[in-house]
């Protein structure tokens, strides 16, 4: 049976991971089955489409636009999964990367940074989408992000946005997404990484407290992951 392969390209802060483990380990606990964790950044190897059963993307502390070697060669990967069909959710660098992979553009947020929990609000599109048509029109979610899809790839769907941030989903062909949001985050987590940047937040104008005050759970956001492997499994 083909694997599930989660594409690793960032590492949760190294402060925060003894309380909270990493994000292939949050994303993995949605899944069912077997589960491989592919590093590229360590010149791990990137499987063979035919073998993925569905495939998810981390997020990250690096930036696209550094177009770093093993992030083009993972965003040309990507780019085969979508041209064959393979389940994929690309999930904030993942959600740029795919789009910059399919000729979207990638950049810094004009606004800054993203933070917190926000609201996300569904577009008529998704109403009739496999994955976004189970979601509620409007729900909560954890995001965290200083650059953006400032352009979505030709022919994408967009599925989600909110005022700060239009572009928090979309998706390409019949079944990759990206989003912007970590389904995988839970408040505590939100909370953690809020209070280590404070003083970064502060020197944006941000309140940490008032950001970390309105954080809530987010369990329709989180649902994505389930509602993505309930697709990979049809």
Not at 2 to 24: Q, W
Not at 142 to 165: C, D, K, M, Y
Request: proline fraction near 7%; aromatic fraction near 6%; include cysteine.
């Amino acid at each position: 049976m083909n694997s599930y392969v989660i594409v690793k390209v960032g590492d949760n802060i190294a402060e925060l991971i003894p309380r909270h483990g990493d994000y292939e380990e949050w994303i993995a606990q949605a899944l069912p089955g077997v589960v491989v964790v592919v590093d590229p950044r360590r010149g791990e190897m990137l499987p063979p489409p035919e073998t993925v059963r569905g495939a998810i993307v981390t997020g990250s502390h690096a930036m696209v636009t550094e177009r770093a070697r093993w992030s083009e060669h993972t965003g040309e990967w990507l780019a085969q999964l979508v041209e064959r069909s393979v389940p994929l959710l690309g999930i904030c660098y993942g959600h740029q990367l795919l789009a910059h992979a399919l000729g979207g553009e990638v950049g810094f947020h004009p606004g800054g940074i993203e933070i917190g929990t926000v609201a996300v609000r569904a577009t008529a599109a998704a109403a009739t989408d496999p994955l976004f048509g189970r979601l509620p029109a409007r729900f909560p979610a954890q995001t965290i992000h200083s650059q953006t899809v400032l352009r979505l790839p030709q022919h994408a769907l967009r599925l989600a946005g909110n005022e700060f941030e239009p572009h928090h989903a979309f998706r390409v062909g019949r079944c990759a997404w990206g989003v912007q949001f970590h389904p995988e985050f839970s408040a505590a987590v939100m909370r953690d990484f809020i209070e280590h940047l404070a003083p970064d937040l502060r020197r944006q104008n941000r309140e940490p407290d008032v950001l970390a005050a309105a954080v809530t759970q987010t369990p329709a956001a989180a649902s994505v992951l389930r509602l993505f492997a309930e697709i990979a499994d049809r």
